[in-house]
């Protein structure tokens, strides 16, 4: 079954710390993208990919890297977390024409 | 200004009753998706709708881009409809990214 899986469900990291989040799908979707989600704001772009090796800026993107390994894998880089950091981040994957639109459980992560 | 905005931000209904939900955007797109989500759970897509109306079971959505709105009514509304709908908007630089409204909470009571 096409999916999009993100790891870890849940992550407590210190201020200054480093976080990875991890996205894999399984739907050769080429388009790939990181939101963050915050009451008050609905969903925000972070960071988007075309496929492998390709990445693009979203709506807030500071404090975020991004990396696309591989057609299927999507990660996000926080390397100096901070806990204006803190949120639920979902991964998201889509089709050319974004008619499919498939996303993640999200991972909840939490900056101290 | 935020480009994408629904309402109501929250709704109560009685079980069985009918919901209206609304959307509106700042600009002018040409892909409206209608997505559904669980407190703190994934996001499910529940209709693409670029124009016009299209229906999924109990689910009728109404776009009339020209006036840059899109509607979700819901009908014979059931408890596990429960839930927060999201509406999402193409960015107007065609890149395949989503603009999200902050979506309305709906809780369906017995």
């Known amino acids: 079954e096409a999916a999009v899986t993100q790891s870890p469900r849940n992550k407590v990291t210190v201020t200054g710390g480093n976080v990875t989040l991890s996205c894999r799908q399984t739907n050769s979707h080429n388009y790939m993208y990181w939101y963050r989600q915050d009451t008050g704001h609905g969903l925000r772009l972070i960071h988007y990919?075309?496929?492998?090796?390709?990445?693009q800026i979203g709506d807030v993107p500071d404090g975020y890297k991004a990396t696309r390994t591989t057609q299927e894998d999507f990660f996000l880089l926080l390397e100096l977390a901070s806990p204006s950091q803190t949120s639920l981040y979902f991964c998201?994957?889509?089709?050319?024409?974004?008619?499919?639109?498939?996303f993640g459980s999200g991972t909840r992560l939490l900056v101290i | 200004e935020q480009q994408v905005q629904q309402s109501p931000a929250s709704l109560v209904l009685q079980e069985a009753e009918n919901a209206e939900l609304q959307c509106s955007f700042s600009?002018?797109?040409?892909?409206v998706q209608w997505f559904y989500q669980r407190p703190g759970g994934r996001l499910v897509s529940l209709l693409y709708n670029p124009s016009g109306t299209k229906q999924s079971g109990r689910l009728t959505s109404t776009t009339v881009i020209k006036e840059r709105r899109s509607s979700l009514h819901i009908s014979s509304s059931q408890i596990t409809d429960s839930g927060t709908y999201l509406c999402a908007m193409e960015h107007s630089s065609g890149s395949w990214q989503l603009i999200f409204g902050s979506g309305t909470q709906l809780t369906v009571m017995p």
């Open positions: 990919s075309y496929g492998a090796g390709n990445l």
């Open positions: 600009i002018f797109t040409n892909q």
């Open positions: 998201a994957s889509s089709d050319t024409a974004n008619s499919d639109y498939t």
